[in-house]
């Protein structure tokens, strides 16, 4: 088994977030094992694409460019990574777990008789010993995620079949350039060596695409609120912070299903992960549901009425008072001392 795989997802000539953020584990991962990273990038219009992915990392970079692999449809993009993986035999194999991820990961997988592990928060280089047989075995992938509802963070390997696969979702991993890049190998793919006139059953006749309108994941300031702000009005307080801090709401599941805030803020383990500077949780108590989606803060503020909330174990700072009481102090202090 040779080299590990990234599965790059790209719209309108940029590579996404969540695919640069895997070069950069991959890289890390790849460094351990000693062997290349590699990008695999499928579409129309890649000219010039590897610019992008060499930045991260990627030795080599294999490109499937025609008018007909684009926008990502299912089973011409399932063929050409099969064959790809068939011929190059990886030893792993990461993909984002987004829509288009989430399609195709498990098909593949299927199509190779390869093991998957879906929204993993962690990778890991390990080794493993069989408990019944013995048999060791070196240089796996410890494929981490959270496991029955959040209870317990679970660590899956797969001995024997290859590639090792993996989907990750976007935020989970930092995304980092490398210091100094080098050019990746270009290595251009003929889409009709593997795809045949079956895999174009299905046409898309039109596309609707719509930005975004809350975007917490790149905010750098995120004020959050949880089941104990009490309703939808006091959430009124949050946004007025975050205004003044130039930042963005989040929203803990237990209050997004309360209906305070809408899904597009949640955070955690079946929302978004966010890293931003400053994370304030206000009312959050911390289930691991939820810090898995924003452990990664370079600074942790917790306000709770609750002095043992799990919350104030990951804080740098806990304040512990009634967050109606609190917020509004901090939204005056802030404007009377910032300039």
Request: a negative charge; one cysteine or more.
């Amino acid at each position: 088994m040779n080299n590990i795989f990234v599965y790059c997802e790209i719209e309108n000539g940029k590579v996404a977030d969540v695919s640069l953020e895997l070069l950069t584990k991959g890289r890390a991962l790849a460094q351990t094992l000693g062997c290349k990273l590699e990008a695999l990038a499928i579409g129309h219009g890649l000219a010039g694409i590897e610019k992008q992915l060499e930045l991260y990392g990627a030795d080599t970079v294999y490109v499937a460019d025609c008018e007909c692999l684009a926008p990502y449809r299912t089973l011409p993009h399932a063929s050409i990574v099969c064959g790809v993986f068939r011929e190059q035999q990886p030893q792993i194999a990461l993909f984002g777990a987004t829509t288009i991820g989430r399609d195709l990961a498990p098909r593949v997988s299927s199509a190779l008789h390869s093991g998957l592990t879906a929204d993993c928060t962690s990778l890991e280089i390990g080794s493993h010993t069989d408990a019944k047989s013995g048999k060791e075995y070196q240089n796996l992938l410890y494929q981490i995620r959270p496991a029955f509802g959040g209870n317990i963070i679970a660590t899956i390997i797969n001995p024997e079949c290859r590639p090792q696969m993996a989907t990750v979702r976007e935020g989970v991993m930092k995304k980092e350039a490398v210091a100094a890049p080098k050019p990746a190998e270009v290595v251009k793919i003929d889409p009709k060596k593997y795809v045949t006139d079956a895999d174009f059953a299905v046409q898309i006749l039109e596309r609707e695409l719509e930005e975004r309108k809350i975007n917490i994941k790149n905010a750098s300031v995120i004020v959050a609120g949880g089941y104990g702000m009490g309703s939808k009005e006091n959430f009124k307080l949050l946004h007025e912070l975050a205004e003044v801090l130039g930042g963005e709401v989040g929203a803990s599941r237990a209050a997004v299903d309360a209906g305070f805030a809408e899904h597009a803020r949640q955070v955690g383990q079946t929302g978004v992960t966010v890293r931003p500077k400053l994370y304030i949780a206000c009312g959050i108590s911390g289930q691991i549901q939820h810090t898995a989606g924003m452990d990664g803060a370079a600074m942790v503020i917790s306000i709770n009425n609750d002095p043992e909330a799990p919350i104030n174990k990951l804080a740098d700072y806990a304040i512990t008072g009634d967050v109606m009481e609190v917020v509004p102090k901090m939204i005056k202090y802030y404007k009377e001392n910032s300039k």
